[in-house]
């Protein structure tokens, strides 16, 4: 074993000094080293948009949704963190003669008594305008401060032909809505009846633990069967939307998959000109008593070695990479704009899981590229290797 890692040792040196190979292989480990960056870099970031949706989705939305105004005790689930009965409907808030789309909830009266300014507590409740929380976005946009009036405008199907109502609202607080894509205002819950209809009712869950939602729901059901088909998770929900994140990422996957292939291939026509090259050497080799399998491990390590070097540089590369975007401002010099999806910050997460299926995969092509030509060549009756070396 000591004489086959002399030679492969040996073999390395003059693979980098014959003129033939030395340039074909360093294109090999640059391509390689480029294909497993790109493959590392390309997943993180699908990683950190896929990380990055589900986050704003869950800090945007409840996570489980029940649509029933029935008292059911959700507090006997430990996994639930909160929970409260809603109504949800739109209209349209008018400023300065524009119409703004609005989304109208109502809230349960401990959070509208938290979000209320101290200083219109007292007395919010015997106005004759309804007392609403605004939305800080369109607050500022409009210049609109505690205390104003306000218009808003529903649409009202109680009676046969569908009407428009106008509600006269006072601001009793203004609150950062920003998980929010539209802007939003909240009502109490004891007034909902003169804005909603009953059969907008439902219940809002929280859970500590968002990504359980599926076995929290099955838990809620198992508990009232009555809920079987009015529960949704918010995972069910956007199903097609995460169906969608993972089809890209496998489409991702499937063309930089080629891509190390490809590079691995130069690796295969490495070693074949290699051997063709050393056919003299193997023939003395055979003479001295080597066997095909010795001979075949040689060349196969020479290959993967040449091969490993490229997947190394790409690894270390991808790793520094992320490190650099993680904890530097270097994306943000470049001037990038990603406020289209509404994330903060950019979207990249190392994942350990990707980063040794891409090592593994990217191994076993270097692999099988070193070890095919070295068998097909190797693998034949001594006499023609000998021959083949006069």
């Keep these: 074993m000591k004489y086959e890692r002399l030679i492969i ?10 003129k033939d190979t030395s340039v074909t292989a360093i294109i090999s480990i640059i391509s390689i080293t480029i294909s497993v960056f790109s493959l590392m870099m390309v997943l993180s970031v699908m990683k950190g948009f896929d990380v990055k949706v589900k986050e704003k989705i869950f800090k945007s939305f409840p996570h489980i949704i029940i649509k029933s105004d029935k008292k059911i005790d959700l507090n006997q689930f430990s996994e639930v963190k909160s929970y409260q009965v809603t109504s949800e409907t739109y209209g349209g808030i008018i400023l300065r003669r524009d ?11 401990s959070f509208f008594i938290k979000n209320t300014d101290s200083s219109l507590r007292e007395d919010f409740k015997s106005q004759r305008n309804i007392p609403v929380l605004l939305d800080s976005k369109l607050a500022s946009s409009y210049q609109i401060d505690l205390n104003d009036k306000v218009n808003i405008v529903i649409p009202d199907f109680t009676k046969k032909e569908p009407t428009i109502r106008e509600l006269k609202t006072t601001i009793v607080g203004i609150f950062d809505s920003k998980a929010s894509q539209v802007h939003r205002i909240y009502v109490e819950n004891r007034i909902q009846s003169k804005i909603f209809s009953k059969d907008k009712a439902f219940i809002e869950v929280i ?17 009232y069967d009555e809920l079987k088909y009015k529960i949704f998770d918010w ?13 890209e990422r496998y489409s991702l996957i499937i063309f930089l998959g080629f891509l190390i292939l490809i590079s ?33 491990l040689i060349f196969s390590s020479v290959g993967v070695l040449v091969g490993g070097v490229g997947i190394i540089f790409g690894s270390a590369l991808s790793l520094i990479s992320i490190y650099i975007i993680q904890n530097t401002g270097f994306i943000n010099s470049l ?17 350990i899981n990707y980063f040794f299926n891409i090592f593994i995969f990217s191994f076993l092509m270097i692999l099988a590229s070193s070890f095919i030509p070295s068998y097909l060549i190797l693998n034949k009756d001594p006499e023609l290797l000998i021959k083949g070396g006069n």
């Design 9 to 18: 040792l040996n073999y390395i040196k003059s693979f980098f000094d014959s």
């Design 99 to 109: 119409i703004k789309l609005l989304q109208i909830k109502s809230v349960n009266e």
């Design 207 to 223: 859970l500590n633990n968002p990504y359980q939602s599926k076995e929290i729901k099955q838990k809620i059901v198992n508990k």
């Design 235 to 247: 995972q069910s929900i956007n199903s097609s939307l995460f169906n969608l994140m993972k089809l």
């Design 264 to 296: 691995a291939t130069t690796i295969y026509s490495n070693i074949t000109t290699f051997i063709t090259q050393k056919r003299k050497e193997i023939g003395t080799l055979i003479l001295l008593g080597s066997s095909r399998k010795s001979l075949i």
């Design 335 to 351: 001037s990038l704009d990603i406020s289209f999806y509404e994330i903060d910050g950019f979207p990249i997460i190392f994942s």
